[in-house]
Each structure stands twice: as C-alpha cells, then as structure tokens.
Nanobody
C-alpha cells in the first residue's frame, strides 16, 4: 500500500485547506485510514480517522467541528477538509492506513504511511 498526500500550504488563521491522500496498492473493504500531524519537537498526534464504509469517524477534540475526514473509495482518495485554521494547527500532516476494521488513534498501530505534507498557519 502506498500513500501520497497533497494539498498542504501556507495560509492565514481562519482560512481553509483540503488535504488529499491517494491510496494505491492493496485495498479492501476492511481498511481504515487516518490523518496524523507532527509539529517540530512534538510527538505525532492523531487528527482524524475513518473506516472503509465511512460509517465511523473519529476526531481529536481540538479539531472537532473544524475538520472533516471523508473518503472516495471509487477513486481511492481520503480527504481532510480543514476550516477555521489556527496557528497551532501548523504541522506536517501524514496520511496513514491499516488493514483491518478497527480505528485506532495511536500512530504505533498503523502500518502504512505517506511522506507528509506541510501545513503552516500564520497569525
């Protein structure tokens, strides 16, 4: 499984961005996908996750109501729509995937990772 992120950039506080993650290789109806982020000097943290059917989504508290994760299985793409961005959202954002139906918020439990895309929010 290969993951390729895009959509990062430099924006101002209050702006929106949409990140995309193209998933190639083996996929199945038992895959879950997630977005993590890592700021300089900080640990990688869970942002949002989604099951294959999109029936279950999970968000970290600080992004609830501002970020929306979705997926288009026909195109093998996972999205992260980010609105009302804050400077503290600045980080490298990583797409992750796992074979299985369990949605985890720990980066240690994901097997596949993209290379990351930088998001910088200026105040």
């Amino acid at each position: 499984v290969q993951l390729t992120e895009s959509g990062g950039g430099l924006v101002q506080a209050g702006d929106s961005l949409r990140l995309s993650c193209v998933v190639s290789g083996r996929t199945s109806s038992h895959d879950v996908s997630a977005w993590f982020r890592q700021a300089p000097g900080k640990e990688r943290e869970f942002v949002a996750g989604i099951t294959w059917s999109s029936s279950i989504t999970l968000y970290r508290g600080s992004v609830k109501g501002r970020f929306t994760i979705s997926r288009d299985n026909a195109k093998n793409v996972v999205f992260l729509q980010m609105s009302s961005l804050k400077p503290e959202d600045s980080a490298i954002y990583y797409c992750a995937a796992n074979i299985g139906s369990n949605l985890y918020d720990s980066h240690n439990l994901y097997s596949y990772w993209g290379q990351g895309t930088q998001v910088t929010v200026s105040s």
